[in-house]
């Protein structure tokens, strides 16, 4: 448990102060598509985001740009967040476990019945992977499954 702790703790700072590097390295890098085979690490820019979950949950050009603006959302708090020094780490972790769990609920919000089943099956999956990944496991370098 303390190991696992320490684990995310480490995650977040490395999340934290990576932020900005990452953020300046993607505007001169290729597109993550083009490397790696499509794999990409940190939070995904929202208007590609938004096209994955386009393919996978069939969203409807209603649904694209509502999604679109909680995703933004989300990563303007993210960063508002990261640059936050007068907060600890643990309250960092916490913010941004919330403001995730706020984006799931408000992009679930805005699916029908079909989609919000295949949403569920994707969180869980993304669940599971973090689990998995947490423990150490030899598939621990690997992505999320979508």
């Known amino acids: 448990m303390l190991k696992q702790f320490l684990l995310a703790l480490l995650a977040a700072g490395v ?5 900005p590097f ?9 597109p993550p598509s083009q490397e790696n085979g499509g794999r990409h690490h940190g939070p995904p820019d929202p208007a590609r985001h938004t ?4 393919k996978q949950l069939n969203l409807t ?8 603006d909680a995703l933004q959302s989300e990563r303007s708090q993210m960063e508002t967040l990261h640059q936050d020094s007068s907060l600890s ?9 919330e403001i995730r769990k706020t984006t799931d609920a408000q992009i679930r919000g805005l699916l029908d019945s079909a989609q919000q ?9 993304r669940e599971q ?17 979508q």
Do not use: F, N
């Not at 050009?61 to 679109?68: A, I, R, Y």
């Open 15 to 19: 999340i934290s102060i990576a932020g």
């Open 22 to 30: 990452a953020a300046s390295q993607d505007s001169q890098q290729s």
């Open 51 to 54: 096209a994955e979950l386009t």
């Open 61 to 68: 050009s209603d649904q694209q740009p509502k999604v679109l």
């Open 89 to 97: 780490q643990q309250d960092r972790h916490a913010k941004m476990i």
């Open 117 to 125: 089943k295949k949403w569920d099956e994707m969180q869980a999956k």
């Open 129 to 145: 992977w973090k689990e998995h990944r947490g423990q150490g496991s030899p598939d621990a370098g690997s992505p999320p499954p």
